[in-house]
């Protein structure tokens, strides 16, 4: 479906965006692995998350929607041997963190997912967990899915991982929950540490010593309720259409504003955007609250590549900044924008170039001339993120969204939203 928006004049108001993607998935595992009952509260209900609620499941799990909320009643930590193949979708953090899960059980499991999630890299989690003494098949030498999984009898590991990913950490950890000894993973960089804070909120063996982080073999642990914060990657979309539209001013509510996802802010404050937060609660282990962003005169600069890991899925919505910001912005330490959802870099040069903007690409790098942005079409890519950042970037010219319908795998409410704050419904 394609949605056409005609130039927007102002966006006013405020806004709770929908519950935290990687609060929801780690939720919804570890109510699994709960004895009990519990309420994850407020979780993201997409189709992300809704796939990981359908694998758990399959796991075993009683999971119902109540209001709001997910009512989960836990498996424990032995969990059923599924009944056929897993299938994942688009979720590459579910892909990814189920198979150190799956690693642990002794029973036979099969993964698969969209088009999309089988061409991402599974050999990043796989290597690790073969290590640990999974028994893991997949195409192209177990680097693609479909990945079939025998677990059990696992061993810790020190692991010194080549990518800073947080999804490999978790996968390595949560593996390490069944292992024999201690696991421990080193990042190269910081990740988001969501899976640290959900371990302690339910107990488990969880230490952090820097960079590295150890687990053990966890013990039976009692179900309890879980509040998912607002989603600061879903935030990011109105702040930056804030910042880039005249007469703007609005403000995001309950958004989790943990120190690992909020490198975005940080950069667009340097490129001089109108930015205040403030952290008014500790949600459960989760800090949480309100960020407010008003129109402003952007200007270019050169990121530094360390916070790229603390912003990775915010970087197509910094390009829509760049994209109105005067002078040339520089954004390195891509490579893991090559293997997203789409080939991320490649998506943002494109849309960049079919809204008038001047760009030039390197393997892991972007040069974005800003300043001339005209109206024209967006092409996502089969993304969700390409969709909503560069509607964003057309937001003052007016713009066409080719499949809008990929904003639903982390932000249905989207179009709606920006309708409502637009002044447009
Ligand atoms: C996520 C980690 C990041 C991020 C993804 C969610 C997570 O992926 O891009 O959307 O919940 O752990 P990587 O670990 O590949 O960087």
């Not at 193949?85 to 688009?90: F, K, V």
């Not at 959900?198 to 879980?226: M, N, Q, S, W």
Request: hydrophobic share 40%; charged share 25%.
């Amino acid at each position: 479906m394609e949605r056409t928006l005609s130039p927007t004049l102002s966006l006013q108001g405020r806004l709770r965006v929908p519950g935290d993607k990687s609060v929801t998935h780690r939720g919804l595992m570890l109510g699994t692995l709960a004895q009990g009952e519990s309420l994850l509260r407020y979780p993201l209900k997409a189709g992300d998350t809704l796939s990981t609620a359908a694998v758990m499941r399959a796991l075993g799990a009683e999971i119902v929607e109540q209001g709001k909320h997910f009512h989960i009643k836990g498996v424990g930590l032995k969990l059923l041997e599924p009944a056929d193949i897993l299938d994942c979708g688009n979720a590459g953090t579910l892909i990814r963190l189920v198979s150190g899960l799956l690693s642990g059980q002794p029973m036979f499991s099969v993964l698969t997912g969209d088009a999309s999630l089988k061409r991402r890299p599974m050999g990043r989690v796989t290597k690790p967990l073969l290590q640990m003494g999974a028994r893991i098949e997949g195409r192209d030498g177990g680097k693609l899915a479909p990945l079939a999984i025998r677990g059990g009898g696992l061993s810790g590991i020190h692991y010194e991982m080549p990518v800073a990913s947080a999804q490999v950490k978790s996968s390595v950890l949560l593996a390490g929950l069944f292992a024999d000894d201690d696991t421990e993973v080193v990042e190269p960089a910081p990740t988001r540490d969501h899976t640290e804070r959900v371990f302690k909120h339910y107990g488990l063996p969880i230490e952090v010593e820097g960079r590295l982080v150890r687990t053990r073999r966890a013990e039976p642990f009692a179900a309890r309720d879980l509040t998912v914060p607002g989603d600061i990657s879903s935030a990011a979309f109105f702040i930056v259409a804030a910042l880039i539209t005249p007469e703007s001013d609005v403000t995001l509510e309950g958004v989790g504003l943990n120190p690992t996802r909020t490198g975005l802010l940080r950069v667009l404050k340097e490129m001089g955007g109108d930015l205040t937060w403030e952290v008014t609660e500790g949600q459960e282990g989760e800090p949480v609250g309100w960020i407010r962003a008003r129109s402003s005169v952007l200007k270019g600069v050169s990121v530094d590549p360390k916070l790229i890991p603390l912003m990775v899925d915010e970087v197509p919505v910094l390009a829509a900044a760049a994209a109105w910001a005067s002078g040339e912005t520089y954004i390195p330490g891509l490579e893991e924008l090559r293997v997203k959802e789409s080939d991320r870099v490649a998506a943002i040069a494109k849309n960049l170039q079919n809204l008038g903007v001047a760009v030039e690409v390197g393997p892991d790098w972007l040069r974005i001339q800003g300043g001339k942005v005209r109206a024209g079409a967006v092409e996502p890519f089969h993304d969700h993120r390409i969709a909503m950042a560069f509607a964003v970037c057309g937001l003052p010219t007016g713009v066409s969204v080719q499949d809008a319908e990929w904003a639903s795998i982390s932000f249905p409410t989207f179009w709606e939203d920006l309708e409502r704050l637009s002044g447009k419904d």
